[in-house]
């Protein structure tokens, strides 16, 4: 029944074969693992054969006080070799087994970091997170315990079966497994149910992970809205979809254990009728008949195993190939075949015809030309195309109408990791990591000295907010920067990008919470510290970008406006409206002050 189990597709079609590239690997503990085992299977054959023995010697009356001790010694000596030999097989399989979670969390993981945006568009944190740790687990189970269960079920099956076929009767043993392909034929229906019941339970699984990531990633959303009654109800249905789905991958997976217990159980009848016959006629003596029964009560073992490893396949299974759907995704945005060696700032020139993001044209027409060490200013409304131009250069898309070059190269032909060393870049949503502000600003380059974080801190004007705080530069920001104000959080943001004096700096709309003075006094600390190299700046207000060599004015994802700030004011535009605007707000807000 078991060999026929591992001959199966279920068993075999993927998962065995798929993950032969781990054994392979592993071999060598496997191998000392299973030996282990299996020596832990012939030993355990001992006991009952003793006791039959003993038992024949007792009904005879010859049992004398030297062979009994003779033979609890051996007893003895066979359980301190079955101790030692079990904590060898648990080591050298289960402990084992842990690597191979270790592998695929680690090919996750280098899987995440090296996909484009689109890929987290599509798979959201919650359903990421399941598969690193819920899938993950499932294949660490089947590495350990399931091997385990097929190995030691199918030795101790094979030489049981064996010392019962040619030891005590092949007769009562032809007839005990008679059984048994019927209960592998029950089995295996059943298996086919547990597989779908699984994949759909997993799914659930990830689906309530990103309900629970959301919830508690927003809870200040929540609160301020008064909603927490709605989304305590939004939660409990998806918790009741989950609960309902594990139930029903449950309801089979509970049926093995009575299904194999009903065989099991047809055995010990056939066993009883067919042994009580045969010691009447004094074919096997009562002896034998206890040991043959002892023996049937190890196989009770490798039949329950088959329950075990039924689900822990199916699991793997399932857990596998949703792991292997993320891993045999490739990013959009890849390395050229024969990437330039080196790579060095220079004259920045956009030639793009068009652009589309998710089947919509986001840009088109957008030609222009920027030279090392200048600074570019991107202004317009919402929408309007600022952030997708940046994010073009940082290669978080590529290109299919149009160029971006980088001295006389495209940038396509740098490899993304010279490309984004380039360059250092504030996003518009700022991230800090839960650790000290410290070794946030030195997140890239953590022997960075005090000395150094200090001074960027000083050039970005938050080294007084910093210093302020009761730990200082120790400070724990929380997660995401939760204890940090908006306008922290933007020049915390700045200062781990300048701290490395990239030779682009990118600063897309980070200025947006600071005060005006505080503005001006970090674009007048960046037009010093950053001479000779090449700065862009996207704004909504426009006093951050009026000292830039070029204005780029967006709309629609077009070019409606360029030039100097004095070129734009004498253009009497979008930009001269709207920086007239902006300065009568300001002298209106200095006029209640």
């Known amino acids: 029944m078991l060999a026929r189990f591992f001959k199966s597709k279920t068993f075999s079609e993927n998962i065995i074969v798929q993950l032969w590239w781990f054994f392979t690997l592993e071999k060598r503990r496997y191998v000392i693992g299973i030996l282990s085992l299996s020596l832990v299977a012939v030993i355990n054959l001992l006991p009952p054969m003793i006791m039959g023995k003993i038992v024949d010697q007792i009904?005879?009356?010859?049992?004398a006080g030297q062979a009994l001790f003779s033979q609890l010694a051996l007893l003895l000596l066979a359980a301190f070799a079955m101790y030692g030999l079990r904590y060898v097989w648990r080591m050298y399989i289960l402990g084992t087994s842990y690597r191979l979670g270790q592998i695929m969390r680690q090919r996750l993981f280098e899987q995440f970091t090296k996909m484009s945006p689109s890929f987290y568009q599509q798979h959201r944190t919650g359903d990421l997170m399941a598969h690193a740790t819920n899938d993950i687990n499932a294949l660490t189970r089947l590495a350990g315990g399931g091997v385990m269960s097929a190995v030691d079920a199918s030795i101790t099956a094979l030489v049981t079966l064996l010392t019962m076929f040619f030891s005590i009767s092949w007769q009562m043993t032809l007839i005990a497994i008679i059984p048994l392909p019927f209960m592998a034929f029950a089995t295996n229906r059943l298996a086919k149910k547990m597989h779908e019941s699984f994949k759909h339970a997993n799914e659930a699984f990830s689906e309530l992970n990103n309900s629970v990531q959301e919830s508690v990633s927003g809870i200040k959303v929540t609160k301020s809205f008064g909603y927490q009654e709605q989304e305590l109800a939004s939660f409990q249905k998806i918790n009741q979809r989950t609960f309902e789905k594990n139930m029903t991958a449950m309801s089979y997976d509970v049926l093995f254990d009575p299904l194999v217990l009903l065989f099991v159980g047809a055995t010990y009848v056939l066993t009883l009728l067919v042994g009580s016959i045969m010691v009447g006629a004094n074919q096997v003596t009562i002896g034998s008949l206890v040991t043959f029964?002892?023996?049937?009560?190890m196989l009770v073992w490798p039949l329950m195993a088959v329950g075990f490893l039924f689900n822990m396949t199916q699991r793997g299974k399932v857990s596998y190939e949703r792991i292997q759907k993320l891993l045999g995704q490739e990013s959009d945005v890849v390395d050229s075949s024969t990437p330039l060696a080196e790579i060095a700032n220079g004259r920045l020139t956009y030639d793009i015809e068009t652009f589309s993001y998710d089947h919509q044209e986001t840009l088109s027409d957008i030609h222009f030309s920027l030279e090392k060490g200048q600074t570019l200013g991107?202004?317009?409304?919402t929408g309007s195309g600022k952030t997708s131009l940046i994010k073009l250069l940082l290669r978080e898309h590529d290109l299919e109408a149009g160029a971006i070059r980088l001295g006389q190269h495209n940038i396509k032909d740098y490899s993304l990791n010279d490309l984004r060393s380039l360059i250092g870049y504030v996003p518009q949503d700022q991230f800090l990591f839960a650790m000290?502000?410290?070794?946030?600003?030195r997140f890239a380059n953590p022997e960075?000295?005090?000395?150094?974080?200090?001074?960027?801190t000083e050039l970005t004007q938050v080294y007084e907010d910093i210093m302020a705080m009761p730990d200082g530069f120790a400070t724990l920001v929380g997660e995401k920067g939760v204890s940090l104000s908006g306008g922290q959080k933007q020049r915390i943001a700045m200062s781990r990008a300048?701290?490395?004096?990239p030779e682009v700096l990118i600063l897309d709309d980070s200025l947006s919470a600071v005060d005006a003075k505080t503005e001006h006094a970090i674009i007048e600390n960046l037009k010093t510290k950053r001479s000779g190299k090449t700065t862009i700046i996207t704004a909504h207000r426009l006093s951050a970008v009026v000292h830039a060599d070029l204005i780029l004015v967006m709309q629609d994802g077009k070019i409606i406006e360029r030039g100097r700030h004095e070129d734009l004011l004498a253009q009497d535009g979008w930009y001269a409206q709207t920086y007239a605007a902006q300065q009568l707000d300001l002298k209106g807000v200095g006029d209640v002050f």
């Open 448 to 456: 960075l000295s005090q000395k150094q974080v200090e001074e960027v």
């Open 378 to 381: 991107l202004v317009g409304q």
């Open 59 to 63: 009904s005879s009356r010859q049992l």
């Open 436 to 441: 000290s502000i410290l070794d946030n600003i």
């Open 498 to 501: 300048m701290i490395l004096d």
């Open 293 to 297: 029964i002892t023996y049937l009560d």
